[in-house]
Antibody
Framework: QVQLQESGPGLVKPSETLSLTCSVS??????????WSWIRQPPGKGLEWIGY???????YYNPSLKSRVTISVDTSKNQFSLKLNSVTAADTAVYYC?????????????WGRGTLVTVSS | DIQLTQSPSFLSASVGDRVTITCRAS??????LAWYQQKPGKAPKLLIY???TLQSGVPSRFSGSGSGTEFTLTISSLQPEDFATYYC?????????FGQGTKVEIK
């Protein structure tokens, strides 16, 4: 059974960098079959896709966040990471990592439990 | 970006009711649509992909239909554990986008 687990600071100061890691167990992040995504959800609001990374390191970011986002992968640790810089209160959200198929209809079939990140001084 | 509009945004229903949620895309997405269920404090759970394919382990009372720009999620007989928020997601193009959600509450 594949499991994803987000980790990182729950509180980040405005203008600083949000850093999160997603640890994958029960499957290899180096599989050619999957993309690995970050999604966020502000409290009481809907879902926003942030971007994905492939095991090779290729990425695609949501244009709305592209100037501030970096997603990286560490295949040796079976992890991928999110960095979002110059954060503001608007970046306060539950951040999820998820696995998506890289072929066919590409749904997101496994998600982490999510981690709340609050941006506040 | 492809915009997805769900209707209704809020739905009040009773156990045993048949419930239908609609998702409309701002442009054609063929069958590249998924539905997720989210309960409070939990991650979204994949219910349906390819517009109408039931994810393994999901009860058969859930079904999906549609293609192009209009899609529906139907729950044939609402159960107590189905009270949740439902989201559609398009997987046709980037950036991936979600509908705004439909909250299904107990009448």
């Amino acid at each position: 059974q594949v499991q994803l687990q987000e980790s990182g600071p729950g509180l980040v100061k405005p203008s600083e960098t949000l850093s999160l890691t997603c640890s994958v167990s029960g499957g290899s992040i180096s599989s050619t079959n999957y993309y690995w995504s970050w999604i966020r959800q502000p409290p009481g609001k809907g879902l926003e896709w942030i971007g994905y990374i492939y095991y090779s390191g290729s990425t695609y970011y949501n244009p709305s966040l592209k100037s501030r986002v970096t997603i990286s992968v560490d295949t040796s640790k079976n992890q991928f990471s999110l960095k979002l810089n110059s954060v503001t209160a608007a970046d306060t959200a539950v951040y999820y990592c998820a696995r998506g198929y890289s072929y066919g209809y590409q749904p997101f079939d496994y998600w982490g439990r999510g981690t709340l990140v609050t941006v506040s001084s | 970006d492809i915009q997805l509009t769900q209707s209704p945004s809020f739905l009040s229903a009773s156990v045993g009711d048949r419930v239908t949620i609609t998702c409309r895309a701002s442009q054609g997405i063929s069958s590249y649509l998924a539905w997720y269920q989210q309960k409070p404090g939990k991650a979204p759970k994949l219910l349906i992909y390819a517009a109408s394919t039931l994810q393994s382990g999901v009860p058969s009372r859930f079904s999906g239909s549609g293609s192009g720009t209009e899609f529906t999620l139907t729950i044939s007989s609402l159960q107590p554990e189905d009270f949740a928020t439902y989201y559609c997601q398009q997987l046709s193009s980037y950036p991936r986008t979600f509908g705004q959600g439909t909250k299904v509450e107990i009448k």
